[in-house]
């Protein structure tokens, strides 16, 4: 299972899954190509521009590698859609062996700085990036270990655990998006901490500046220069990796960062990338 997999990195992931021989339960808000949804990333740049992507579009691309998808469209942020989607995998598929948690929230407070973020954002992101991921995981784990362990992955943020280098919106990222990847952070390593010896495999991926649509459309105009960011599927190939080969349990309940992994695994040109 795969959040956020409409586009960008959880869709890398999710079709680099496939590819490795997993059917693959996709989740997203974008079900429809060319749907409309709030991109804002600030209070002061109002955004609902549709995106390249959709659930339909990696569902089809699944397919074509011949694996099964289940499409479980829904708002991170509705705790009772994220609870009838796990519940709808456990009931349809019996469980799941491989849990990515990629989707994330995208809205005001992301670039704004500390006091232009309105206070409700902070209940957003932290719903999005801590609770969300603990419905889905709560519900799922349980027949995880029953089945002997099984893998979770949480695509992490530097933002959760390093000093901006800039304001927000001027190189830098708002305090709420950094608090609610923060908090989603401590998840692999507590899952580790009390799963680990029954064989469940934990990771939090940094994935660095990567060239997703989103990237290319949104963040572009915050003056980011997006020609060198790493393609999404360099990410979703060291997903894979994690995911299938026993050699990676030597990075289990670390942070890893996916672009220095992917140089070392010849997966990503020493020319591409930040």
């Known amino acids: ?16 899954l496939a590819n490795a021989g997993y059917d693959v339960a996709i989740t997203a808000r974008t079900l429809h190509s060319g749907e409309q949804r709030d991109n804002s990333l600030s209070v002061h740049r109002p955004d609902d521009r549709p995106l ?23 708002d991170l942020t509705d705790l009772g859609a994220v609870q009838d989607a796990a519940d709808r995998v456990l ?8 849990l990515v948690h990629n ?47 099984g893998t979770v992955v949480t695509i992490t943020s530097s933002s959760a655990y390093s000093v901006p280098p800039a304001a927000a919106g001027k190189g830098g990222w708002g305090h709420a998006y950094a608090v609610g990847k923060a908090a989603g952070h401590q998840l692999v390593p507590t899952l580790h901490a009390e799963f680990g010896d029954r064989g469940l495999r934990c990771f939090n991926v940094e994935p660095g500046f990567v060239a997703t649509e989103r ?17 999404p599927a360099v990410i ?39």
């Open 103 to 149: 989707g994330r929230y995208i809205g005001p407070g992301l670039m704004d700085v500390l006091l232009d973020t309105p206070l409700d954002a902070y209940d957003k992101f932290l719903t999005a990036h801590l609770t969300a991921p603990l419905v889905l995981t709560r519900t799922l784990l349980p027949g995880m270990l029953e089945r002997g362990g």
């Open 215 to 231: 990237n290319q459309i949104v963040v572009k105009d915050f003056g980011h220069d997006v020609s060198n960011g790493t393609p």
């Open 1 to 16: 299972m795969v959040t956020g997999a409409s586009r960008g990195i959880g869709k890398a992931i999710a079709i680099g």
């Open 91 to 98: 009931q349809e598929w019996g469980g799941v062996d491989v």
């Open 236 to 274: 979703g190939s060291v997903v894979s990796w994690l995911v299938t080969d026993p050699a990676a349990d030597a990075h289990r309940a670390e942070t890893v960062h996916a672009q220095e992994l992917a140089r070392t695994l010849g997966y990503l040109p020493a020319t591409v990338g930040t």
């Open 52 to 74: 390249p992507g959709s659930l339909e579009e990696t569902a089809a691309e699944i397919q074509a590698a011949g694996r099964k998808s289940l499409v479980l469209p829904f």
